[in-house]
Nanobody, 125 residues
Framework: QVQLVESGGGLVQAGGSLRLSCAAS????????MGWFRQAPGKEREFVAA????????NYADSVKGRFTISRNTVKNTVYLQMNSLKPEDTAVYYC??????????????????WGQGTRVTVSS
């Protein structure tokens, strides 16, 4: 059984930083495209960042490019999202996701087969 468990969310002031973690079990992060998505109240879930199965390619939403970094630790089987220069508009529940096949359509929720329960990030102004 595949499980993804996010952690690291919290309340932070604008301009601050947080690092989210996604611990995977039942599947290697080296076998999956790993993604981070977020969902703000009243809005659809949106793509934030993705890391290819081989760890080579990263992709980011324009809104977070230059501020967020996705990475992984294959020994810990964990994916991270380092978030710097946070803005109030980054406030959302952040979800980690993994796919089965190392797909390339990283920006859409349809690609992903497994999801975590989410971790809440609140950025105050």
């Amino acid at each position: 059984q595949v499980q993804l468990v996010e952690s690291g969310g919290g309340l932070v002031q604008a301009g601050g930083s947080l690092r989210l973690s996604c611990a995977a079990s039942g599947r290697s992060v080296s076998s999956s495209t790993m993604g981070w998505f977020r969902q703000a109240p009243g809005k659809e879930r949106e793509f934030v960042a993705a890391l290819s199965w081989n760890g080579i390619n990263t992709n980011y939403a324009d809104s977070v490019k230059g501020r967020f970094t996705i990475s992984r630790n294959t020994v810990k089987n964990t994916v991270y999202l380092q978030m710097n220069s946070l803005k109030p508009e980054d406030t959302a529940v952040y979800y980690c996701a993994a796919d089965k096949y190392g797909g390339t359509d990283y920006y859409t929720t349809r690609t992903y087969d497994y999801w975590g329960q989410g971790t809440r990030v609140t950025v105050s102004s």
